[in-house]
T-cell receptor, first 116, second 110 residues
């Protein structure tokens, strides 16, 4: 399967712990996007990255959340000191061009984060 | 403000009963409109991209159309395996992020 790979699929954390979500884009894709889906709400954009660069982080909370896409390895979305409101499904997407205008963004199956 | 509204929220169809899902949008400039299918516990699966008013795309029992203000996803003679949530998203010119609607949850009964 050459699709977008996310792990773990499910992650349980206690309040105050850190959560690390990983995303490997499709082969040949250098553009990565993170979205969050809350129950009964649509997918909301969080951050857009290219290798070693954050291009747009306008949808990401300024505190506790960070993202990276290193030269080698997967993209990481990191949430520090998690709170109950962070419980959601986090989806990663990738594309071969900027924004996916010519070739669409393809999504992984998400990480479902639960905060106890 | 860029916005996407989908209707209805939920739709129940008998197998073979054709219908349409609506996606209304307001966007400063449209780079593309996208339809995705999402099954429970899965990520969105890409279906179609539409770029300009009047454009149509087809795949099996699905046909997507686009006007300057809305898009329709027509489902002809649906089968139970078409049951899913269908998501509409727009990509504005001035950004690289998709703006999603909340989806239409489709259930097709045999």
């Amino acid at each position: 399967n050459a699709g977008v790979m996310q792990n773990p699929r499910h992650l349980v954390r206690r309040r105050g712990q850190e959560a690390r979500l990983r995303c490997s884009p499709m082969k040949g894709h250098s553009h990565v996007y993170w979205y969050r889906q809350l129950p009964e709400e649509g997918l909301k954009f969080m951050v857009y990255l290219q290798k070693e660069n954050i291009i747009d982080e306008s949808g990401m909370p300024k505190e506790r959340f960070s993202a990276e896409f290193p030269k080698e390895g997967p993209s990481i979305l990191r949430i520090q000191q998690v709170v109950r409101g962070d419980s959601a499904a986090y989806f990663c997407a990738s594309s071969s061009d900027r924004g996916g205008g010519n070739q669409p963004q393809h999504f992984g199956d998400g990480t479902r984060l639960s905060i106890l | 403000e860029d916005q996407v509204t989908q209707s209805p929220e939920a739709l129940r169809l008998q197998e073979g009963e054709s219908s349409s899902l609506n996606c209304s949008y307001t966007v400063s400039g449209l780079r593309g409109l996208f339809w995705y299918r999402q099954d429970p516990g899965k990520g969105p699966e890409f279906l179609f991209t539409l770029y300009s008013a009047g454009e149509e795309k087809e795949k099996e029992r699905l046909k997507a159309t686009l006007t300057k203000k809305e898009s329709f996803l027509h489902i002809t003679a649906p089968k139970p395996e078409d049951s899913a949530t269908y998501l509409c998203a727009v990509l504005p010119y001035n950004t690289d992020k998709l703006i999603f609607g909340t989806g239409t949850r489709l259930q097709v009964f045999p």
